[in-house]
Every structure is written in structure tokens, then in C-alpha cells.
């Protein structure tokens, strides 16, 4: 029979001392967002019943799962819990360490072998964070699920989120929407971009159900910001973009607007081959991508006066720290700056 719980110094966790024959090992004494901490004590004590009182054959030895199982598990209960791009993002990243390390234990798999399964994947430039990210996801939910007893990667760092610096001013962007004729779908998708500020899956799954043209917007009840805000995300149209809605709406009465040539609607990995391809043929850099249209209407708003507030209104934002800390490039915009401040000192004599 298990011990009574005691308190781990080292660490601030209450544990529960197990065994399996010869084998004894130590389980944290936790679940959901329980607290580490002496504090702990009673719920401690609670957790330490429910498992008295289901059996301690509930809570499986380190050494009997493996990683393809513990992986299938979490990916089994994401298709319900998860939204479908957060599930197929998920996806890709346990597809790719199963592959590898599938056979491992849950308690064998180190920083280290996170690190070294990265390595083999050397065209996740930009994906390393999220991949992070989700096997700590994973091994979290196991740990609070009591699939494993430890979890040898809850300390390892996530890398922290690049900043994109790069402005794309409305020459480039001119010379962009200019590289395709009229009559390709993807102009209509670089105006939209330019037009609304909104996100590029946004535009890609806008559709006649979400616009309502009596107030030129669209509202969409499904959106990366759902969770947070509980509520709609409303999308202004300018007047051009209120034709071009009609347009399609008329070719496209259901199912997504903006599609490609095939009719199919554009994804982000389309959206993605079609920046890469635009990028190299007019040597624009390897950091233009879709997502600096976001950020470049929003400093466009901010250089033509429009109020911070309203700002963060248009681009679907609650609260301002996002647009200052990722979108606004005012600062690398040296000359309005300067004259900005000639706006409020006025012409000055040099000083004698």
C-alpha cells in the first residue's frame, strides 16, 4: 500500500511514495491547476484519497507505457477538445516524434531528446517553438492524467516568440499585388489583406453566411481570439471591399469566398507557397510573409492619426499590448517620426 503523503523540499511538491514488486518510484500529488506548495497540504491529502480509493493500479509504472501510446491518447482526446487547426498543428509535431521516438518510455524522454529530434528536422525554422510547445502539452496532460508518474521535460525552456521587425512599406506591397494579373484569385486575397488588416486565415474562411452588407462588415463567430474574448470578430469593410464581397458572394453564395483558381479555398500552405515564390521572384527577402500585411495597416492607422483604441478595434484586439509590442513598426518609420516631432516644436533657430 501506497504511503501517506509527505512533502518534497527540493521541489514543493507533495508526493506519494508507490510500488510495483521491486520497483519504487515517487508520484506528484497533482491535477489540473493545483499549486505546488506546503500550503498544498489538504488538497494534497484529497488527491491521495481518490487515488486509495480507485486503486493505485490506476496510475501506471514509468516503465510500462510507451510514447506511441501516451501520443495516440492525447491526440484521441484533442479531436474532441481542440479546435480542427489546433489539433492538426498538434498533429504534425507527434506524427514526426513518433516517428522517431516512439518507442521510448514517457520518463526517457530528456531535453535532450527533444533537442535531437529537432535537429532532424531542419525545415521547422520557424516551428521549433511550437513544437516545444506541444510535446510539453503532451506530457503535461499525461502527467495530470495520470498516464505518467513524471515529467522530464516540465522544466525545459520555450524559446520565446520572434519578433517580426520587418515593414512592408505600400511600395512593396504595390509591387506585390502588381505581380499577379487581373483575374487571379490571389489579388483579391492581397487586397483583402491590405483593405481589412485582418488575419490571412480570416480571410480565408470568411464566408456569405459571415457578411452582413447592410453594415459593410463581417462577422466571424469562429476566430483565433474566440477563447479570450467570447465574442464575435467583426471585420470593417472599406467600400471597395464591400464590391469585391459582392462578387464573390455571387460566384460563391456558400462555402469560403477566397478561393484559388481550382476553387478550392486558400490554406496556409497555398498562401505560403504563393509569398515564397513572389519573394524570390522580385527579391523582396526571405521575411516577407502574409502576416506583415497585419502589421503594416496597423502602423499604417497609427501614421494617419487614428487613435490607439480604434486601432486595436479594427485588427480585433481588447487591449493594446499586442498592437505596441508586435505590430506597430512606427519606430523603424525614422522620417514621420521626425516630423512628427517638428509637428510639436515648431521651427527652431540653431542654437548660438
Known amino acids: 500500500m501506497p504511503q501517506k503523503p509527505f512533502f518534497r523540499k527540493h521541489d514543493g511538491w507533495w508526493v506519494v511514495q508507490l510500488r510495483q514488486g521491486s520497483r519504487r518510484w515517487q508520484h506528484k500529488l497533482i491535477k489540473g491547476t493545483l499549486p505546488k506548495g506546503k500550503d498544498t497540504e489538504k488538497d494534497a491529502y484529497r488527491l491521495f484519497n481518490e487515488i486509495m480509493a480507485e486503486g493505485t493500479e490506476t496510475l501506471p509504472a514509468p516503465n510500462k507505457i510507451k510514447m506511441t501510446e501516451l501520443l495516440a491518447a492525447f491526440l484521441e482526446q484533442a479531436s474532441t477538445a481542440v479546435k480542427k487547426r489546433t489539433f492538426e498543428w498538434y498533429k504534425t509535431f507527434i506524427v514526426s516524434f513518433d516517428e522517431l521516438y516512439g518507442n521510448l518510455r514517457p520518463h526517457q524522454v530528456t531535453p535532450e531528446i527533444i533537442q535531437a529530434w529537432l535537429k532532424t528536422e531542419t525545415g521547422w525554422k520557424g516551428c521549433r517553438r511550437g513544437a516545444i510547445m506541444t510535446m510539453k502539452r503532451v506530457m503535461k496532460w499525461a502527467l495530470e492524467n495520470r498516464k505518467i508518474t513524471t515529467n522530464p521535460i516540465q522544466f525545459m525552456k520555450v524559446p520565446p516568440a520572434k519578433r517580426r521587425e520587418r515593414y512592408l512599406t505600400p511600395e512593396e506591397r504595390k509591387q506585390i499585388f502588381d505581380n499577379y494579373p487581373e483575374g487571379d484569385p490571389f489579388r ?6 491590405e483593405q481589412t488588416g485582418c488575419r490571412p486565415g480570416e480571410v480565408s474562411q470568411v464566408t456569405a453566411a459571415d457578411v452582413d452588407l447592410r ?8 476566430h483565433k481570439t474566440e477563447g479570450k474574448t467570447g465574442e464575435s470578430r467583426v471585420i470593417i469593410l472599406t467600400p471597395a471591399m464591400v464590391e469585391l464581397t459582392k462578387r464573390l458572394m455571387e460566384k460563391y453564395p456558400t462555402g469560403p469566398l477566397f478561393r484559388n483558381k481550382k476553387g478550392n479555398a486558400w490554406d496556409q500552405f497555398s498562401i505560403r507557397l504563393r509569398f515564397r515564390r513572389v519573394r524570390r521572384k522580385l527579391k523582396l527577402g526571405g521575411d516577407v510573409v502574409s502576416y506583415l500585411y497585419r502589421h503594416a495597416v496597423c502602423t499604417d492607422l497609427l501614421e494617419a492619426g487614428v487613435g490607439l483604441a480604434q486601432t486595436c478595434e479594427i485588427l480585433g484586439h481588447k487591449t493594446t499590448a499586442m498592437v505596441m509590442r ?4 512606427l519606430r523603424n518609420r525614422r522620417d514621420h517620426l521626425r516630423d512628427q516631432i517638428l509637428k510639436a516644436r515648431g521651427p527652431e533657430e540653431t542654437p548660438q
Open 188 to 193: 483579391d486575397f492581397l487586397f483583402a489583406l
Open 215 to 222: 453594415t459593410g462588415v463581417w462577422e466571424l463567430s469562429e
Open 326 to 329: 508586435h505590430y506597430s513598426k
